[in-house]
Every structure is written in structure tokens, then in C-alpha cells.
């Protein structure tokens, strides 16, 4: 049994003192729920703060990137191992906002190079996570370009089989993928039930391909996209998707709440 990993993307959002009201109020609000589990992913310099409140509780925490490298000189970068340090057991790796791949564009071209993910650094650092014990929600998903243009499947796959290169059956078998439309992120457009599933079935399908059948049935795809509490439900009964990655519906805790309450 996959158990479902309910996750609250804060992005860019909540100051120290906010996130700490938000947990303190969250634990309360879902004392006792044991079916799913939970994290919340807070800025950086939230993290740490946030790890310490929710000890002993059934919250756990995430950061939203990590570097791929141990130390060094790599000026704003953040190792997954002071991640570990700060509390955190989850990272967040290859969003497409760190990407570059928005569902709005309200950025110059130059602004837009400044996000500058690639299927490659998203390896190193499932990699470099991997090696010290902090466990990568990789994500993955397409525009709304390449579904448009039947590409969908194609650009998944490439995506999943690229990020999960060079690890054993083991590490695989232990991963969480989150499958997020772009076209979904932020825009309360949200992925159609029975096609969610059906693109977290493919993805399983493609780790299955790599890795073998046992691996791709322990494997944890989410799906994140605007779930909101309204729609929670239904996506999360799927047969394939175990569990989302929520972003705006995660900055309130009735919502985010109402949407672990739906598992
Ligand atoms: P959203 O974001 O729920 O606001 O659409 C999801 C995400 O980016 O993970």
C-alpha cells in the first residue's frame, strides 16, 4: 500500500512568524490523521523554524530546491545536506517555475533565463539527495504548447527517464514524482480527472520500464496542479495518484486542511 504524501507548496510566500502561526494551527487542525502523510514546504529561511515547531507532530517538512553539490563556492545555493541540517527530510526538485516553464508569462526573455532547470541538474541533485538521505519530489509536466501539440506523453516520459537516470532499483522504488500540468499551476485549471490518472499511470509505467515492476509499484506519484478542497477527493481516489502537491490551496490551513481530510 502506497501511503499518500499530501504536500503544501508555499512557493514564495509566508515570512518566518507566518509560517510558524500556520503549523501551529495546521497540527491542531489534523491531530490524529494517520492515512495520509503530511509536509509543508517553506521558503528556505522559514525552514529550519518550521521543522523545530512541528517536531513530534505528523508534519513533516520540505525545502523547495537544493544545489547538487556537498559545499563550496556556489554564492545563494543551498546543499541538500544543510537542508537535512535545517530539519527538512523532503526537497522539492525540478519544478517548473524553477524551470522557467510558467503558465503566465509576464517576464522578458532575459527574466525568464534566470530559471534555468534542466532535466540534467534536476539528475545531479535527485542524486546528491539521494546520497545524503533527503528524499526528492521530483516533478514533471507539460505546456500547455505540447499538449496541444500531442506531445504530452513524449515530454513526460524524456522528463521521468532523464531525472531518474543513474539510480539503482532501490532509489527509484523510494522516490516520490509529482506530476504537474503547467497549464494547471496556478490558473484554477485543473487537470481532468481521468486524464491525471491517466498520465500518473504512464509515468508508473515508464519506471517500470527502467526499474521493474516492484520498484514502479512503490513508487509515489502526486499530482499538483490547482487541487483545491472542491476537487480533492476525486482526483486523490484515483487509482494511480497518491497524493498532491498543493500550492495555493496550501497557504490556508482550512483549505489545506479540507484537502488532507479528502484522502
Ligand atoms: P497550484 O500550484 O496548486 O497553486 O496550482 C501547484 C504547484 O505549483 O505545485
Known amino acids: 500500500m502506497r501511503k499518500p504524501l499530501i504536500a503544501g507548496n508555499w512557493k514564495m510566500n509566508k515570512t518566518i512568524g507566518e509560517s510558524v502561526d500556520f503549523v501551529e494551527n495546521l497540527r491542531t487542525e489534523i491531530a490524529g490523521v494517520e492515512n495520509a502523510e503530511v509536509i ?3 521558503p528556505y529561511l522559514a525552514a529550519h523554524e ?8 505528523n508534519i513533516g517538512v520540505a525545502v523547495q530546491d ?91 516520459k524524456a522528463q521521468v527517464e532523464n531525472g531518474l537516470k543513474g539510480l539503482t532499483t532501490e532509489q527509484a522504488a523510494g522516490m516520490v514524482i509529482a506530476y504537474e500540468p503547467v497549464w494547471a499551476i496556478g490558473t484554477g485549471e485543473v487537470c481532468d480527472t481521468p486524464e491525471a490518472n491517466r498520465v500518473c499511470g504512464m509515468i508508473r509505467g515508464t519506471v517500470a520500464s527502467l526499474f521493474g515492476d516492484a520498484a514502479a509499484q512503490s513508487v509515489r506519484i502526486q499530482y499538483g496542479g490547482s487541487v483545491k478542497p472542491d476537487n480533492a477527493a476525486e482526483l486523490l481516489s484515483q487509482s494511480d495518484i497518491d497524493g498532491a502537491l498543493v500550492g495555493g490551496a496550501s497557504l490556508k490551513v482550512a483549505d489545506f486542511a479540507a484537502i488532507i481530510k479528502s484522502v
Open 66 to 156: 537544493v544545489f547538487w553539490k556537498e559545499q563550496g563556492a556556489y554564492t545563494s545555493q543551498v546543499a541538500p545536506k544543510m537542508a537535512l541540517d535545517a530539519g527538512a527530510t523532503y526537497a522539492i526538485i525540478g519544478h517548473s517555475e524553477t524551470r522557467g516553464r510558467f503558465g503566465k508569462e509576464d517576464m522578458t526573455p532575459a527574466q525568464f533565463a534566470y530559471f534555468a532547470e534542466s532535466d540534467e541538474t534536476v539528475n545531479a541533485k535527485v542524486h546528491e539527495c539521494l546520497a545524503v538521505g533527503l528524499k526528492p519530489i521530483m516533478c514533471c509536466g507539460e505546456t500547455i504548447d505540447e499538449r496541444k501539440a500531442d506531445r504530452t506523453d513524449e515530454v513526460i
Open 40 to 42: 509543508v514546504c517553506p
Open 50 to 57: 518550521v521543522a523545530r515547531r512541528v517536531g513530534g507532530t
